[in-house]
């Protein structure tokens, strides 16, 4: 049965939108650094909130110059520098959708991305101005930056291009439009299996929710300072890190990408207290010599209180969000005790559900299928632009959407991850989950890294494969490495869930957040 809400609902945001936001920061934080620009290759460049709210004004008077009306597309392609969030703020603050890309897409999937929303026009760096030219021909203009971020080459002229630069006006010409918290803000594509990528669209209302919320849940103050290497066309960095900072009137510290090399230096530099992460940066820093002083005092990723990653002496509290969520929908407690490589418990701000294949309620110790209930275009996406289909599929019939992700469900209501749906392995009749496997083999000496997969098997249909980086490389591994994983399999496994074979490599293909792309690795299977 359809809802019909109440007249007289007041938004948590009445009043109030993404613009609103960094005004109100600049007037009231002004001379207070927002982002700090750290490259690699170059000194550290710091944005007080007034600088960069006046050169945001400017930026969004030089798009509408250019032709870039409220509603319209522009693709946003770009690297993690100062210019995204310029870009992406300028486009907001005129009323265009921000449509932020993946830097790795392939020629096809930003041909698909341009087309699909209409983009009028692309901002990008000199790396990818040929990918964007030769593949996105519906485009009034594509405007790239002078650099590529992280990279310490000298770039040449990009030809059919304009400079970055040349779009600034004056920001005392900067667009005024009516206030909604209810319009939309930006489009995010999610990542494709069996179908085209699925353009998530947030409104004004999603990004400040994701901001206020994300800061509560993280406990950020005005005097935090955020280090953000992960890629900001992501949820995580987007809202977690960057909007978060934001609403309380923080830093945000800003890197081209993860440097394990340069991460302490930089850290300690700026004095950064948070950071989100991921498993595969942490096991990159414990090869690093660590300063004898910091000043973290959290950091947030997929458990809390990993283990494997107590030396440290860092409290890590888990998350679990996605990008139709804008902020974490399970979410550990940041001054209590966690059940370690628990994710936490269901945030408040939200209902979830977990349930078997057959609707029914899971009990403590199984695992089911998550689902999770908010405000469509507050608390939860608005939809998949020009996909009603799609937004209506992803919905039970209860309302709750359909994450795709499976957990278990523990004492005191916290909960684990399971693993992706898609990554469920169906060996002989049996459900065998890839990350009960992968928990398993990271436990062994000498394992940095590992992945499972299925491999197709004439009578019992799948079989797990699990690929293993060993610390220090292939060539430094131990002889017996594999053996000894499939040992520790063999003790902690049930026959049926346990590896056929284990390959060591070197490294492993990558998708956004540095997760190993498994696509690739099935078909290294075949």
Known sequence: MKEIEAPGVVSPFAGMDVPWLLNMQARTRGDHPFVISAPFDAPARVWTYREFHDRVGALAAGLARRGVRSGDAVLIHLDNCAEFLLAWFACVE???????????????????????????????????????????????????????????????????????????????????????????CSVQYTSGTTSRPKAVLWTHANALWGAKINAAHQTLRAADVHFAYLPLFHTNAL??????????????????RFSASRFWKVATEHRCTWMSTIAFCL???????????????????????????????????????????????????????????????????????????????????????????????????????????????SFDEFGYFITGDRVTLLDHGFIRFGDRAKDMLKVGGENVAASEIEQVVITVAGVREAAVVAKKHPMLDEVPVVFVIPQGGVERAAPDLGDKVLAACSAQLADFKRPREVRLVDDMPRSTLEKVAKAELRKMLE
């Open 94 to 184: 005129l009323g265009a959708l921000a449509v932020t890309t993946n830097t790795r897409s392939a020629a096809a999937e930003i041909a698909y991305f341009a087309d699909h929303c209409g983009a009028v026009a692309a901002i990008t760096q000199p790396a990818y101005a040929d990918l964007i030219g030769a593949n996105c021909k519906q485009l009034s203009w594509i405007a790239v930056i002078d650099h590529d971020p992280g990279a310490a080459k000298p770039v040449t002229p990009i030809a059919k291009t304009e400079s970055f630069a040349s779009l600034f006006g004056y920001s005392a010409d900067r667009p005024r439009r009516v206030t909604n918290p209810a319009a939309p």
């Open 283 to 393: 096991k990159a820093l414990m090869e690093q010599e660590r300063p004898a002083l910091h000043h973290f005092r959290m950091w947030g990723t997929a458990v809390a209180d990993p283990p494997a990653f107590a030396s440290f002496d860092v409290p890590t509290i888990g998350w679990w969000g996605m990008t139709e969520t804008i902020t974490h929908g399970i979410i550990a407690e940041a001054d209590q005790p966690n059940t370690p490589n628990a994710i936490g418990r269901a945030a408040p701000e939200y209902a979830l559900r977990i349930v078997g294949d057959d609707g029914a309620p899971t009990q403590v110790g199984e695992t089911g299928n998550l689902l999770i209930k908010g405000v469509p275009g507050l608390s939860l996406f608005k939809e998949y632009l020009h996909n009603a289909e799609a937004t209506r599929q």
């Open 239 to 256: 809202a977690y890190s960057m909007l978060s900072s934001l609403w309380v009137g923080g830093t945000v510290v800003i890197q081209p």
